[in-house]
């Protein structure tokens, strides 16, 4: 999944980026309204969190303009104050969801996974293909009843390949779903990631390279 935290002060900002990362989620970050719009202007966004108050452009007019260009990205406004009329009002602008900080962490990440199931086909919940089944809430593998432990991008990468349900999914897809913006995208790291992820899953393979498309499972 891809988010883009958008979030004036710093040390929250990060915060949250980190705290995403370490839930096997796809990260970039803006500090500013301005920021914001440039990225979404290039990258397709799962999950835009996005706070009212910012600097450069203000929140509610990236939520408006986003809205307008019938973006496909969920956005998950955040606030100071958690009145109604306020929540109203952010959700009148466009916004999936609403909340007010201060927050409780683990209700940001559920309320992000959330829109993220939102923002592409409906899919169960639990993912389950070829004798593997991945919780992403639970954050469990199993192939054939036996856990597996994944790292982070293992994890996201088996995560896009369930989800395409047997499609192809390009190595550019995977960078872009499990890594973020300051990723090479001439390194290898697909490629390593993949031979590990294959290792772990163990005989049969069932992870099939299409040569010069991608990878499907």
Excluded at 29 to 47: F, K, N
Excluded at 93 to 113: Q, S
Excluded at 144 to 158: P, Q, Y
Aim: with cysteine; hydrophobic share 45%; aromatic share 4%.
């Amino acid at each position: 999944m891809r988010v883009l935290v958008v979030e004036d002060e710093r040390v929250l900002a990060d915060a949250i980026a980190t705290g995403l990362r370490r839930e096997a989620m796809a990260v970039d970050v803006a500090y500013d309204g301005g920021g914001a719009l440039e990225r979404t202007s290039y990258i397709d966004y799962d999950v835009i969190v996005l706070d009212r108050d910012l600097p450069v452009v203000h929140g509610d007019e990236v939520c408006r303009r986003l809205v307008e260009q019938r973006s496909a990205s969920r956005i998950l406004m955040l606030t100071a104050s958690g009145d109604v009329d306020d929540k109203v009002e952010g959700l009148g602008l466009g916004a999936d969801d609403y909340l007010a900080k201060p927050f409780v962490f683990i209700e940001l990440v559920a309320r992000v996974r959330a829109l993220g199931r939102r923002s592409a086909p409906a899919l169960p919940p639990v993912l389950e293909r070829a004798g593997i089944r991945l919780d992403p809430g639970k954050r469990l593998v199993e192939r054939d009843g036996r856990e597996i432990t994944l790292t982070k991008k293992e994890f996201a990468v088996l995560e896009e390949l369930l989800r395409a349900e047997g499609a192809v999914v390009s190595q550019e897809d995977l960078l872009d779903k499990a890594w973020d913006e300051n990723i090479d995208p001439f390194t290898n790291v697909v490629r390593v990631t993949m031979m590990t992820l294959r290792k772990k899953l163990g005989d049969p393979q069932v992870i099939e390279t299409v040569p010069g498309v991608g990878y499907k499972l």
